[in-house]
DNA sequence: CTTAGGG
DNA sequence: CCCTAAG
């Protein structure tokens, strides 16, 4: 029947294949969390986390350019194969031949379209630009670039502005060190950052979520953030300079981030048994990565440069922990800064009014790094800092799985999961003396952070960005500790990681943007070239939050995408659900896609609709097609004075109007005949 | 799971 | 976007 239908509809012969119930797309809807403030203001915590959120990625996948591209690939070739087939039929019947069931009522005639005349191949290429691979991929990233509301102007604009982060990983050991330079003109100081994220199962004490005292991680920061220094435990440094690439193509929505993921199978090292206390399999997950990463691999050298530019320099051996690596990170672009220039990052990435005393937080917030360093002189406006951060600790992060899942399923799993929480629901805090500065707007020096003394109490933490509650199977144990909660399982883990970036600032400007839009870290060693090095920030994703309130027991929100991919499965219903998906607005290309491929197959077929033109477009399901057609439908008929929005090229209204009449009267004929 | 519509 | 009824 349903093919029948199918081949009625499809308008001059052309015939759809049917899909296999297995191959559709239908997603479940996503938690959405809210975006929540956007700034335009540039962060510094932002850049940080953004860093650290690379490099956690990029050694996780090994190179998310590489992954990025294949991803990429991947997908288009399934559209390809997919018109492909689609066509095929499409053409043989083209030539005038109608299908069986569809020619009667003589629907292939008439139709307005030119489209529908056309072969397959050739419309298909327009927007879905099946074939060609590359341009289908600019064509997104610029989607998604818009989506998310960078421009690709203000990406230019901001990319000059950027500058070269370095970071350092060390796995094992957390200092920060911080350097002020000077004030006064341009380049002065310097702030090293290094972070390293740790993993409590390494530590015992630590381990646990129940010891939150007597976490290390706390302790840890404590002595950084309260005070002093960090400390350095391990040998083992990994170095990574991260440069900031100019790739502005690779800012991409994170649904496809997560998906090239999940295509890509990408394979996690090590996931070890997940210990009850939350962190564990996946922080030592997450490490194992790391370690690897150093040894070979977490940045590619080889470089799948063709999609991400990365560059990565291995000074380092990589036997051991205890090695250091430098590796260039691909610098990303992320909207939220563009709007800061140099000057505006000295005086504003590091403001922060409120303080906040976070001794609770530490453990709550998830993700704490101690810094150490010096400090720069009190006048430097002008000046830049320098921090270097020895670590950053991952929120605990449960996970849900069915016990017969795979163990990559597992590993599939936490990385969505950690790449989501990377992505979207963490964002930086700063401890100043131990408070928790709040006040984004306040500049480095009304922090005190330019100060020498202060910056032994300089600590940056990563937490949870809003209090979302995911799912509960029971709140995180600790409170204090806010945990993602992806999906539960046997295994739960808390998960953090170590990873010591190491910014730099460069001259006069402040920090580089980041951009994400892969996974891949597209860096670009070159960047270095004025003042200083550029910065490389690895992006997670658009939304960057507002430093915002400890989370307690929250659960972190996580990006749709992502919680889509995750099985997750709750076990006592909490009414956490309710949350309401984000807004995404349609781009004029996605109405673009959406009005072609209506064109085509018509209104009633949503899923099909769905499937050609967003198949991979994780966060428009074919209700939201649906409903964006009607909308369109509405829009197309009031007056362009009513219209709110990005408005839609009148062309597009006007195919909206037309293709609605035609598949309306078809749908009525049908109708017609099926009562006769 | 899909559609179709109302909210 | 969400929710629901209906298939």
Redesign the pocket.
């Known amino acids: 029947m349903s093919v029948e239908r199918r081949l009625e509809y499809g308008f001059g012969g052309y015939r759809v294949p049917v899909v296999p119930?297995a191959a559709?797309?239908?997603r479940?809807?996503g938690l959405?969390r809210k975006k929540g403030d956007k700034e335009g203001e540039i962060r510094a915590f932002e850049i940080l986390a953004s860093v650290a959120g690379k490099i956690l990625q990029d050694g996780e996948v090994s190179s998310a350019a590489s992954v990025k591209d294949t991803t990429s690939k991947l997908c288009l070739q399934g559209n390809g194969d997919e018109e492909t087939e689609l066509s095929k039929p499409d053409s043989s019947v083209c030539g005038g031949k109608t299908d069986p069931s569809g020619s009667e009522t003589g629907l292939n005639q008439g139709y307005p379209f030119h489209d529908f005349l056309s072969p397959p191949q050739a419309t298909s290429s327009s927007h879905k630009g099946s074939s060609t691979s590359s341009d289908h991929l600019e064509k997104k990233i610029h989607e998604d670039a818009a989506d998310d509301n960078l421009s690709p102007k203000g990406w230019e604009m901001y990319q000059g502005q950027r500058e070269s982060l370095v970071a350092q990983v060390k796995p094992d050991e957390v200092e920060c060190k911080v350097k002020s330079a000077e004030s006064g003109t341009s380049p002065p100081v310097q702030v090293d950052f290094e972070d390293k994220m740790e993993i409590d199962m390494n530590i015992p004490a630590r381990a646990s979520p129940e010891n939150n005292n007597v976490k290390p991680s706390s302790s840890l920061f404590k002595n950084c953030i309260g005070g002093l220094g960090c400390f350095s435990g391990r040998s083992a440094e990994t170095k990574v300079e991260v440069t900031r690439d100019d790739d502005d193509e690779n800012a991409s929505g994170c649904s496809q981030d997560v998906q090239s993921y999940k295509q890509q199978h990408i394979s996690c090292n090590g996931v070890q048994k997940p210990r009850n206390s939350s962190s564990a399999s996946v922080l030592k997950h997450w490490r194992v990565t790391a370690a690897n990463s150093k040894v070979g691999g977490f940045f590619r050298t080889d470089g799948k440069a063709s999609t991400t530019k990365a560059t990565y320099n291995n000074s380092g051996k990589s036997s051991s922990n205890n090695q250091q690596k430098t590796q260039k990170v691909i610098p990303f672009k992320k909207r939220k800064f563009f709007a800061c220039d140099g000057a505006s990052v000295c005086d504003d990435l590091f403001t922060s009014p409120n303080k906040r005393t976070n001794d609770d937080n530490s453990c709550g917030s998830g993700t704490s790094s101690s810094v150490s360093g010096q400090h720069t002189p009190p006048n430097s406006r002008d000046c830049n800092v320098k921090f270097s951060i020895k670590s950053f600790k991952v929120p605990e992060l449960f996970i849900e799985i069915p016990a017969t899942a795979t163990v990559g399923s597992l590993k599939r799993t936490v990385m969505e999961a950690v790449t989501a929480i990377l992505g979207d629901g963490l964002h930086v805090g700063i401890l100043v003396q131990g408070k928790k500065v709040r006040d984004d707007n306040k500049t480095l020096l009304q922090t005190g952070i330019s100060q020498d003394d202060k910056h032994h109490g300089l600590g940056f933490i990563l937490e949870p960005r809003q209090h979302v509650q995911i799912a509960s199977s029971s709140p995180p144990s600790c409170a204090q500790t806010p945990s993602f909660l992806i999906s539960r399982s046997p295994a739960a883990g808390g998960l953090s990681r170590h990873t010591s970036l190491k910014l730099q600032a460069g001259g006069s400007s402040g920090v580089s943007p980041i951009v994400s839009t892969d996974m891949g870290f597209v860096g670009r060693s070159g960047g270095g070239s004025g003042d200083s090095g550029r910065a490389i920030v690895p992006l997670v994703d658009e939304r960057a939050s507002v430093p915002e309130s400890k989370a307690l027991v929250t659960v972190p929100s996580i990006r749709m995408e992502a919680m889509a991919m995750v099985p997750f499965h709750r076990k006592s219903g909490q009414p956490e659900l309710?949350?309401?998906?984000?807004?995404?607005?349609?781009s004029v290309s996605e109405v673009e896609a959406l009005v072609q491929a209506v064109e085509k197959l018509g209104?009633?077929?949503?899923?099909?609709v769905?499937l050609r033109a967003f198949d991979n477009v994780h966060?428009?399901t074919?209700?939201?097609l649906?409903?964006?057609w009607?909308?369109l439908v509405h829009t197309a008929r009031i007056s362009p004075q009513q219209r709110r929005g990005e408005p839609v090229p009148q062309e597009l209204l006007d195919r909206v109007l037309a293709a609605h009449a035609y598949w309306s009267q078809q749908?009525a004929k049908q109708q017609a005949k099926a009562t006769s």
């Open positions: 119930r559709r797309s239908y479940g809807r959405t309710g949350q309401r998906r984000m807004r995404r607005p349609f209104t009633g077929r949503w899923r099909d769905k966060h428009r074919y209700v939201d649906k409903d964006k009607k909308t749908q």
